[in-house]
């Protein structure tokens, strides 16, 4: 499949169709090269790879580093804590340094919105968004969105249940986008203090367990309450959060009941978003996640192009 470059990734919005299905299409080999005994291609042999993180990560940031490794780039880490960051370098100032270290592509995690976007407009180096404020985190979306294609092949008419943290989650609007550009129904699940006030109108807004099995999901997509982005407490306590919307091992029942599929970014807050009994639940996708994020990640770097001039 042809695919005209493009030099960054920032966004799901911005993605056409045709876009979206070559890295699902071109993740499903790179996924089939975990099983060889030589798991790395040449693909990306004499290129820099750096992960620039502002913030703390271990998922994301490690898979990156794995999918440039079995793509047999170099990989380097922008230390921050040691950086001239802590002294009060300017984002600008931190991309001109990486720029003149040529390196071919950066992977950016900020607090802030739009910094990606920023940075890519500073650089040749094809930027690729690893999560930025509330804003999005387009490869945790195609690695969702790879994930269930695995199990229902065809997405369409499937319904996804979000839940949780809606309002601070990056996650909930780059994944709720593309399972919806890909034909699936989408609804949430949350306290009204962390629901958004606007949603699509498309998409239902349960306040409840009872209302949110009853619109019938095929998945249940937990979202981790995402505390360090709270200026002050949505609701009482961590405990009554689970009580309420949690899930319970009584809800894990009722997903083994209807064969539902569950779903978690991680990290998991253990006995918040869910037991340890709904960890062990046999229709988990969770792990699967994590090992589809290389292979979605390697079919990222693939497909960038740096220095690629956009139309």
Do not use: C
Request: aromatic share 8%.
């Amino acid at each position: 499949m042809s695919m005209i470059p493009r030099k960054d990734l920032l966004d799901i919005a911005s993605l056409t169709n045709e876009e979206i299905e070559f890295v699902l299409a071109n993740a499903v080999p790179f996924k089939d090269l975990f099983k060889r005994s030589v798991k790395k291609v040449p693909t990306l042999k004499g290129q820099t790879v750096l992960t620039l993180f502002y913030e703390p990560s271990t998922r994301t940031r490690s898979s990156f580093e794995v999918a440039a490794n079995r793509l047999s780039a170099d990989v380097t880490h922008f230390d921050i804590e040691s950086s001239s960051v802590v002294k009060g370098e300017s984002v600008l100032d931190t991309v001109e340094t990486l720029e003149s270290m040529r390196v071919d592509y950066i992977v950016v995690r900020h607090k802030q919105s739009g910094i990606p976007g920023f940075i890519a407009k500073n650089t040749r180096a094809s930027v690729i968004n690893a999560g930025d404020g509330w804003h999005a985190h387009p490869t945790q979306a195609l690695l969702d969105a790879f994930t269930l294609r695995e199990k229902f092949k065809d997405l369409r008419g499937a319904r996804a249940l979000i839940v949780g943290d809606i309002q601070h989650s990056r996650v909930a609007r780059s994944t709720s986008l593309i399972f919806r550009r890909l034909g699936m129904h989408v609804a949430y699940l949350a306290p009204g203090s962390i629901m958004p006030r606007e949603t699509p109108p498309e998409i239902p807004r349960f306040g409840n367990w009872d209302d949110a099995f009853a619109w019938k999901p095929d998945v249940i997509y937990l979202l981790r309450v995402q505390s360090e982005r709270m200026d002050e407490p949505f609701f009482p306590s961590a405990s009554e959060y689970h009580k309420n919307y949690g899930l319970t091992d009584a809800r894990v029942e009722v997903l083994k009941e209807r064969g539902l599929w569950l779903m978690h970014p991680g990290p998991v807050n253990r006995g918040v978003e869910i037991t340890d009994q709904g960890m062990n639940y046999e229709k988990s996708l969770i792990n699967q996640q994590v090992e589809n994020g290389i292979a979605v990640r390697m079919s990222v770097l693939y497909w960038l192009k740096p220095g690629a001039i956009e139309s």
